[in-house]
């Protein structure tokens, strides 16, 4: 379906130096305040694969994810979905090509209004096909996503949280979209579930020939799903890059820090101190120079003037890691970093 | 029941600090009544670290509360034996029930913002918490507010003590409600998911300090958590919940070396550990959700999400000895405790 597409480009999002900012407060009595929710940030993600996005709350993944999606406009830089910008594209346009599945199927799904319904909005939405076609497209999607005929006769309230989010991906889905944005999809499950719905996410990106964005908080999720990976404090990207990489030879203080707190379930190694400071900053005054600098158990003087940029490090890998990944990772896109000693 | 309290006494010789025995909560709802807790045995000694796990529903925080006495009036508590450190917590007045709670048994809530008066300051709590229970004056209680804020980790303590829950974050708010757990010096902390609202940076610290603290202390706390990483770093013993009951308690090193339910067994198997799923594969999901605890259930609560369920799991199976202070509550336990025992099961069937 897609072929015109991925023949032109081989990157089905490219992000050019995006920032968005909002302006908080500002009063009578009050100075209003700049909040960078995302800064700066580029990312180029292939068609075809997984990049995870992690940090933590308040870092400005779920900002990223509206800003994609056309919920918000960003305050400057470039989204560029299969080599054209979205800036000013038309809304419906762009949502035939990047979808959402979002954390909580619980407020993410209209409590009054049947599964088909939900399911094949977007169908009716941009007129396609007729009733007949629509619904046996519905069908066919419920069918994909694991859930039985009847329910698309239910509404979400007789659902369990598991087959909730299983709508929101049919849901998503239904259109064809390249591009799907997968916020937390799986944080609101429990642990037995959440494997059914990790499942069903990559038998459909092999179906479809999907392209994640998936951002999570968790660890050991991002780990089995994603090809690249990229690492987000404060708005900015930390670090940036495969998954071997980011796993098993981490660059910044911060992506080794948070790898060292994600608990696996081994019994006997305790729980590890990891040395950060207790206070997250306040991200309407960021620290000056690397905003994550008085956390950091490395941390020198420089640190605090200068903001070190988010660039390419030499590959230390050794030879045959780029086979298996498709043209384009291990080449135009190295690890990248930001750090002044990394 | 008499095997039952013979295997529990056997595990603990000298009396335990909470010793729970067929302990039942029933919820009044719309369509009946609600199960919730199904007669679930436990016991924590003193000192101890036990993890309540299991998935929503299971009825782990409906235990908590029923231990704290903290469950609306419509709920209905029933158990065989509820006995903390020799006190009827079944029988026991309110008046004296309230005396125990926050001086001799403490809780910790998931989301401290709701746990704290946002009307207060954090040292007005602290201090309240120690002179609602204790004979001390403002300066006695001042002091040790302020010592405990320091010792959870909290830099410009005498500031804090000033301020209110508000101008605090998620991971400071949780370090206050630890301090303020531990002002009375309890006997017993119940932590109810008290790391999942926060970042895994964070909580590794918090669950650090939470470990720290119960061994300086002496304090036993009952941690309950869904998060089986969790569990595996902080916990002793292990008592893994599903459906209103108990299904598997065991040491931590016993639960995960040797898991002897197929719940448990399936749990450990879906989420992906980082060099045991190959990143990308398909992982292991239990099928099927959990049953309805409005309707009654019979015979194993799990038969119809188990892969090993036979003819004999439409029979309730006992709770069952598979090791020393290891039990399980499925009808095949000792094979699924023994693999190769298991195997050569097969092979004969």
Same mark, same amino acid.
């Not at chain 1, 305790?270 to 690397?290: E, K, R, Y």
């Given at each position: 379906?897609?072929?015109?597409?991925?023949?032109?480009?081989?990157?089905?999002?490219?992000?050019? &130096?995006?920032?968005?900012?909002? @302006?908080?407060?500002?009063?009578?009595?009050?100075?209003?305040?700049?909040? @960078?929710?995302?800064?700066?940030?580029?990312?180029?993600?292939?068609?075809?694969?997984?990049?995870?996005?992690?940090?933590?709350?308040?870092?400005? @993944?779920?900002?990223?994810?509206?800003?994609?999606?056309?919920?918000?406009?960003?305050?400057?830089?470039?989204?560029?979905?299969?080599? @054209?910008?979205?800036?000013?594209?038309? +809304?419906?346009?762009?949502?035939?090509?990047?979808?959402?599945?979002?954390?909580?199927?619980?407020?993410?799904?209209?409590?009054?209004?049947?599964?088909?319904?939900?399911?094949?909005?977007?169908?009716?939405?941009?007129?396609?096909?007729?009733?007949?076609?629509? &619904?046996?497209?519905?069908?066919?999607?419920?069918?994909?996503?694991?859930?039985?005929?009847?329910? &698309?006769?239910?509404?979400?309230?007789?659902?369990?949280?598991? +087959?909730?989010?299983?709508? #929101?991906?049919?849901?998503?889905?239904?259109?064809?979209?390249?591009?799907?944005?997968?916020?937390?999809?799986?944080?609101?499950?429990?642990?037995?579930?959440?494997?059914?719905?990790?499942?069903?996410?990559?038998?459909?990106?092999?179906?479809?020939?999907?392209?994640?964005?998936?951002?999570?908080?968790?660890?050991?999720?991002?780990?089995?799903?994603?090809?690249?990976?990229?690492?987000?404090?404060?708005?900015?990207?930390?670090?940036?890059?495969?998954?071997?990489?980011?796993?098993?030879?981490?660059?910044?203080?911060?992506?080794?820090?948070?790898?060292?707190?994600?608990?696996?379930?081994?019994?006997?190694?305790?729980?590890?101190?990891?040395?950060?400071?207790?206070?997250?900053?306040?991200?309407?005054?960021?620290?000056?120079?690397?905003?994550?600098?008085?956390?950091?158990?490395?941390?020198?003087?420089?640190?605090?003037?200068? #903001?070190? #940029?988010?660039?390419?490090?030499?590959?230390?890998?050794?030879?045959?890691?780029? +086979?298996?990944?498709? +043209?384009?990772?291990?080449?135009?896109?190295?690890?990248?970093?930001?750090?002044?000693?990394? | 029941?008499?095997?039952?309290?013979?295997?529990?006494?056997?595990?603990?010789?000298?009396?335990?600090?909470?010793?729970?025995?067929?302990?039942?909560?029933?919820?009044?709802?719309?369509?009946?009544?609600?199960?919730?807790?199904?007669?679930? $045995?436990?016991?924590?000694?003193?000192?101890?670290?036990?993890?309540?796990?299991?998935?929503?529903?299971?009825?782990?925080?409906?235990?908590?509360?029923?231990?704290?006495?903290?469950?609306?009036?419509?709920?209905?508590?029933?158990?065989?034996?509820?006995?903390?450190?020799?006190?009827?917590?079944?029988?026991?007045?309110?008046?004296?029930?309230?005396?125990?709670?926050?001086?001799?048994?403490?809780?910790?809530?998931?989301?401290?913002?709701?746990?704290?008066?946002?009307?207060?300051?954090?040292?007005?709590?602290?201090?309240?918490?120690?002179?609602? !229970?204790?004979?001390?004056?403002?300066?006695?209680?001042?002091?040790?507010?302020?010592?405990?804020?320091?010792?959870?980790?909290?830099?410009?303590?005498?500031?804090?003590?000033?301020?209110?829950?508000?101008?605090?974050?998620?991971?400071?708010?949780?370090?206050?409600?630890?301090?303020?757990?531990?002002?009375?010096?309890?006997?017993?902390?119940?932590? $109810?998911?008290?790391?999942?609202?926060?970042?895994?940076?964070?909580?590794?610290?918090?669950?650090?300090?939470?470990?720290?603290?119960?061994?300086?202390?002496?304090?036993?706390?009952?941690?309950?958590?869904? $998060?089986?990483?969790?569990?595996?770093?902080?916990?002793?013993?292990?008592?893994?919940?599903?459906?209103?009951?108990?299904?598997?308690?065991?040491?931590?090193?016993?639960?995960?070396?040797?898991?002897?339910?197929?719940?448990?067994?399936?749990?450990?198997?879906?989420?992906?550990?980082?060099?045991?799923?190959?990143?990308?594969?398909?992982?292991?999901?239990?099928?099927?959700?959990?049953?309805?605890?409005?309707?009654?259930?019979?015979?194993?609560?799990?038969?119809?999400?188990?892969?090993?369920?036979?003819?004999?799991?439409?029979?309730?199976?006992?709770?069952?000895?598979?090791?020393?202070? !290891?039990?399980?509550?499925?009808?095949?336990?000792?094979?699924?405790?023994?693999?190769?025992?298991?195997?050569?099961?097969?092979?004969?069937?």
């Amino acid at each position: 379906m897609n072929s015109a597409a991925s023949s032109r480009d081989p990157l089905a999002l490219e992000l050019c &130096a995006l920032s968005k900012t909002f @302006k908080l407060g500002g009063g009578m009595l009050h100075k209003s305040r700049t909040l @960078k929710a995302v800064n700066d940030v580029s990312l180029r993600v292939p068609r075809g694969q997984v990049m995870g996005l992690v940090g933590e709350s308040g870092c400005g @993944k779920s900002t990223l994810a509206k800003v994609l999606l056309g919920l918000t406009p960003p305050s400057a830089g470039d989204v560029l979905i299969n080599g @054209k910008a979205i800036v000013n594209a038309n +809304q419906k346009a762009l949502a035939r090509h990047i979808q959402p599945i979002f954390q909580d199927p619980y407020s993410s799904l209209n409590p009054r209004q049947r599964i088909e319904q939900i399911v094949g909005l977007p169908l009716r939405i941009h007129a396609m096909g007729t009733a007949k076609e629509q &619904a046996a497209k519905v069908d066919e999607m419920l069918e994909l996503v694991g859930l039985p005929k009847r329910a &698309a006769q239910q509404y979400p309230g007789q659902m369990s949280g598991g +087959q909730r989010q299983r709508v #929101a991906i049919a849901r998503a889905l239904i259109m064809r979209p390249d591009l799907v944005i997968c916020d937390e999809p799986t944080s609101a499950l429990d642990v037995s579930v959440q494997a059914q719905i990790l499942n069903l996410l990559l038998d459909l990106k092999d179906e479809f020939g999907l392209t994640y964005l998936f951002i999570s908080h968790d660890l050991a999720v991002v780990e089995h799903l994603a090809d690249r990976i990229a690492v987000m404090y404060l708005g900015r990207i930390v670090e940036e890059g495969t998954r071997e990489q980011i796993f098993s030879a981490p660059r910044h203080p911060y992506t080794q820090a948070l790898l060292a707190s994600a608990l696996t379930p081994e019994p006997g190694l305790g729980v590890p101190d990891i040395g950060l400071g207790a206070g997250q900053p306040d991200p309407t005054q960021p620290p000056s120079g690397c905003a994550f600098h008085p956390r950091c158990p490395i941390a020198q003087p420089e640190c605090a003037q200068q #903001a070190p #940029a988010l660039s390419p490090i030499a590959q230390s890998a050794g030879p045959g890691t780029s +086979q298996g990944t498709s +043209q384009g990772t291990s080449q135009g896109n190295p690890t990248r970093v930001a750090c002044h000693f990394a | 029941m008499n095997n039952l309290s013979s295997t529990e006494r056997s595990t603990a010789p000298a009396s335990p600090l909470l010793s729970v025995k067929q302990l039942r909560v029933d919820l009044p709802v719309a369509k009946g009544t609600l199960h919730a807790v199904r007669g679930i $045995d436990f016991h924590v000694e003193r000192g101890e670290m036990l993890c309540l796990v299991g998935e929503s529903g299971c009825g782990k925080s409906m235990t908590s509360l029923a231990l704290m006495g903290l469950l609306p009036r419509k709920a209905q508590v029933n158990a065989d034996c509820l006995n903390f450190d020799g006190v009827d917590l079944l029988t026991v007045p309110e008046r004296e029930r309230s005396n125990l709670r926050g001086a001799r048994m403490a809780m910790i809530f998931q989301e401290p913002m709701t746990a704290l008066n946002p009307a207060y300051t954090l040292g007005n709590q602290l201090c309240e918490a120690l002179r609602r !229970h204790q004979q001390v004056s403002r300066k006695a209680a001042h002091d040790r507010a302020l010592y405990l804020l320091k010792r959870v980790g909290i830099s410009a303590a005498e500031e804090r003590m000033r301020q209110y829950p508000h101008q605090l974050s998620g991971g400071l708010r949780q370090r206050v409600m630890i301090a303020m757990a531990l002002m009375c010096e309890p006997d017993l902390i119940i932590a $109810d998911e008290p790391t999942t609202a926060l970042d895994v940076t964070i909580q590794a610290q918090i669950l650090h300090l939470l470990r720290d603290l119960q061994q300086e202390f002496g304090t036993a706390v009952i941690f309950i958590t869904h $998060d089986l990483g969790v569990v595996a770093r902080i916990a002793d013993r292990v008592a893994v919940m599903y459906a209103g009951e108990v299904i598997e308690t065991a040491s931590a090193q016993a639960l995960f070396q040797a898991p002897s339910h197929p719940y448990t067994q399936g749990l450990l198997r879906c989420i992906p550990t980082p060099g045991k799923t190959l990143p990308g594969s398909r992982l292991q999901a239990i099928p099927g959700v959990v049953p309805n605890l409005v309707e009654k259930v019979d015979g194993c609560a799990f038969c119809n999400r188990c892969d090993q369920a036979a003819e004999l799991c439409r029979t309730t199976p006992p709770l069952q000895t598979v090791a020393d202070g !290891h039990l399980s509550r499925c009808h095949f336990a000792h094979q699924l405790s023994n693999p190769a025992q298991l195997n050569a099961q097969e092979v004969t069937l």
